[in-house]
């Protein structure tokens, strides 16, 4: 019971972001309630999601699939430490990409620096990399769902994100972060 209920929270928490965060719908209830009470809306309905996510994968059978690679565990705390010093850049560093900051593009200020004029999400590719490591080395079916989908949903919300600005800035969303071409980085 308790494995239908993690797959309905994970399809749950995976569908009002992709179905809503960064669609059209959402700028459909944007316009509707007003951007305040639908950041709000959202807030709580992410946060219902992700209770329901932990609660359900505490109680969840393990059924094992996979055993964990041989030595991987110092490899894998290693890699959850870089996942957590992107999640705090990507949360502590200003970015096009995070909410609210849209105005920054209309403002015309150059807000992409560091890490985010590379990848503009540090903080979905932070949990990505968190997710994929989780994945990894638990080895259970629950993990699987779980982790499997906030992997998705990582790398997938970098996409909508970006078509949500392109939608909002158009053809100057890229033009506006002044992202330097890979072939112009520094080579080490």
């Not at 490591?133 to 919300?157: R, Y």
């Not at 506006?176 to 071409?181: E, F, M, N």
Request: proline share 4%.
């Amino acid at each position: 019971m308790f494995m239908l209920n993690l797959i309905a929270a994970s399809a749950y928490f995976l569908l009002i972001h992709f179905g809503v965060s960064g669609t059209r719908l959402r700028d459909t209830l944007v316009a509707r309630l007003g951007e305040g009470l639908y950041r709000g809306a959202f807030s709580f309905a992410s946060l219902i999601g992700l209770v329901w996510i932990i609660y359900t994968y505490r109680h969840a059978p393990r059924v094992h699939l996979w055993d964990q690679p041989l030595n991987l565990r110092p490899i894998a705390f290693l890699l959850v430490f870089v996942a957590f010093l992107f999640v705090v850049i990507g949360l502590a560093t200003p970015s096009p990409t995070q909410v609210g900051m849209e105005s920054k593009l209309s403002e015309g200020t150059d807000i992409a620096r560091g890490m985010v004029r590379i990848t503009r999400h540090p903080f979905l590719w932070g949990v990505a990399l968190w997710a994929l490591v989780h994945l990894t080395v638990n080895g259970d079916l629950a993990s699987l769902i779980v982790f499997g989908s906030l992997l998705f949903l990582a790398i997938g919300g970098t996409v909508t994100i970006d078509a949500k600005r392109r939608r909002q800035f158009g053809s100057g969303w890229h033009s506006s972060l002044k992202l330097r071409p890979v072939s112009h980085l520094p080579r080490s």
